[in-house]
């Protein structure tokens, strides 16, 4: 596991653009900004008319909202919408040390924040016990099945957010 730890800290080495055109590690970001960048990583800008009721970085449209099939979303507003919906997810766990709620608010705007209550991950934490990985990490499927590439957005996130 260590190893595995190892590669994916490595993984995360990547650099980013930051707006003055400079390159930056994104280790060298605070927490949520990590989580931001991870998150857009994965689910990337989702066009409504193919993902609908998808739109955004992975938004959910919800009752009420102004959105509609077809509508097409900017980078700026996906973006804030993220921060919006993440900062949602991040206060429902608000009971837990801020950067345990901010892993379970990644895993949330996943899975969805009814999932993450019944999962073992969040009963470790909520009771103390620092030992999550594999719990982590087994938020990894699709319809059923093992997901290669959600496996892998778990781990970096597990070592982004949660490995110090």
Not at 17 to 31: E, Q, T
Not at 110 to 130: D, F
Not at 146 to 152: A, K, M, S, V
Request: charged share 30%.
């Amino acid at each position: 596991m260590k190893k595995l730890l190892l590669m994916f800290l490595a993984l995360l080495t990547v650099m980013v653009g930051n707006a003055a055109g400079r390159r930056i590690n994104i280790m060298d970001l605070p927490p949520f900004e990590r989580a931001v960048i991870i998150i857009k990583k994965y689910e990337t800008l989702h066009d409504s008319r193919r993902h609908w009721p998808y739109l955004g970085y992975g938004h959910r449209k919800l009752p009420g909202e102004k959105y509609f099939k077809g509508y097409r979303m900017g980078k700026k507003e996906a973006d804030a919408l993220l921060r919006k919906d993440l900062r949602k997810f991040i206060a429902i766990f608000k009971e837990l040390p801020p950067d345990d709620a901010l892993l379970l608010g990644v895993l949330s705007y996943n899975i969805g924040p009814g999932a993450v209550k019944k999962s073992s991950v969040y009963r470790k934490l909520k009771s103390g016990n620092r030992n999550i990985y594999k719990s982590y990490t087994s938020h990894c499927r699709y319809k059923g099945r093992f997901h290669r590439q959600l496996h892998e957005r778990r781990m970096v996130e597990f070592a982004a957010l949660f490995v110090r």
